[in-house]
Each structure stands twice: as C-alpha cells, then as structure tokens.
C-alpha cells in the first residue's frame, strides 16, 4: 500500500461497526474517492476530520482497486454553522448528495465542482443580512416576473483551461473565501439560500456535462426575445419558434442572461448578481426541474430540505 496525500471534503458519511466509517471524498486530486475510517475519533485524525463537511487534508494509504484508507487527516475548515443550523444543514446535504449523484469515482476533472461546493457551503454558513431586494417587483409578460436581474461583473467566460491540480494553503483558503464573500451580493435577504441553491444546480449540473444551450434560439439562431426554455432538449427557443412539448418553461431574455452569467462566469464571481425575490423563486423552481430531469432520480434529501422549508 502506498501513502498518498489528497485534499478533499467529505460529501458522505456511512457508519459501520462501532467506530468505522466508508467515506465519500470529493478531492482535487483523485475526484471523488471512497475511504475507509477505522477506528474513527481514537487513532490519528480524529472525529472531526471523519465528519460530513470536513474539508481536510487526508493523508491515505492506498490499495488495488483504488480502495483508500485514511491514516491521517488535517480539517482545514470544518462548516460549523452548518451543524447548528436545520436549514443550512438540509441546504447543504442535498448539494452533497446532488454532487455524489454527478460524478463518478477517480474523475481529476471534479475540481472545479469542489471550489463551487466549498464556496456554495461557505456562502451557507456566512449567512445575509436580512436585507430585502431594492428591486420593485413588476407584473411582467405572461406569468414571468420582469426585470429585477442586475449584473455588477463583466461577463467573463469561465477559464476552462486545465490548471495543474495544486493543494491550497490555509492561507489560500482564506483568500479564495474572501474573493467569495466580497462579491457575492447580500441582497435577497429573505431567499438568499435559495439563491445559493439555484447558482450551485445550475452550474453543478451544467459542469456535470448538462449544460444548457443559452446562446441563441435552436431554431432559428437569434439570441434575443426568448420566451421558452426547453427543459428536456436543453435548448431555448424564440417567440416565432415556438413549440409545444412536454416540460418547456416559459422563459425571457432576463432570464437568459442570469443563466448565461452563472454558467460562464468566473467561480468566484457567479454569485455577484441580483434579482428580485419573485424571479428568483421562478428561475430556481425551473433550474430545479431541469436538474430532476438529467438525473433523472429523486434525490430524498431534496423532498427533506423541502420538508423543512415548509415547515420552518
Ligand atoms: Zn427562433
């Protein structure tokens, strides 16, 4: 067996036995790994390292078949709001279990899933002040509110260029989070999880290979006055294309725009934009659906976080 060094965030937890656990480990170097922790909170590590959400460096020997088992691990930042907070909690379960569901094991290429996980869960734990949209709500076309999407970063398409996998210091932990809460805006106080849902579903399905076509109308190739989204075909359509088909969504030109923003901008700027409460909760209700159709399973933490929305 060979010591390998890896950084990664615990995205599933099962225990077995009194003190052993498999875990699932989405790491920047490997992608996501299974882990077996013996003797979880005795040996070296310790218990909070073993935990969901632990964002750690592991220290792992491994054996054929890329099994992988810790020998030691370091937490970086372990998310503890998140254990105090119901709702954060659910939040944050079900983007672990959507990435689980996303990716398959040893993929190098999940790193990217991983920074927009860790800043999605960092967002989760820093909170909002509990400031309202300065946006008016307006009866829009149709049953779609209007306007209410504002932009405070140039469009930059995401560097898809490959980087060299490197580990990041504490320090550029810090730094990386800083960027985030800087730009992420604090407006949609009163939905401002929800905001954090839709951004990390659409760019998380979107780098899982679904990423819609928000360019132009698959028809007839004009890229404004759209009005439906094509849930299925993940394609838009203009007004003079219009179609009629199973799970297509009425949709328009703000909308376009916030998905093209949040699938192409840079990842520590997808969350720096604005948008009133009311289109908010229309996009998020659609990204929603087209997430639940490309996996095409019903995720239980889903319908739990719903439960605890309803309820709280
Ligand atoms: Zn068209």
Redesign the pocket.
Known sequence: MALVKAQGLIIKSVKFGEANRILTVLTREFGKIQVAANNVGRGKGGATSSQMFAYSNFTLFRGQKSLYRLNDADCIEFFDVLRSDLEKLSYAAYFADLTCSITSENNADDEKLLNLLLNALHLLCKGTPNLRSKFSFNEGPGNIPAAGWECHQELVPANDTPVKTAQESKTQVAARLDAVDRLANPNNGLHFNRKIKLVFELRAISLAGFMPDFDC?H??G?EQNINTFDLVNSVV??K??IMVAPNIAEFNDTLLNACRYITMAEMNKIFSFEMNDELLVYLSDIIERYVAIHIDKRLQSLDYLKGVLRNG
Request: proline residues 0%; contains cysteine; charged residues 10%.
């Open positions: 109308c028809n007839c004009i359509r203009c003079n294309c």
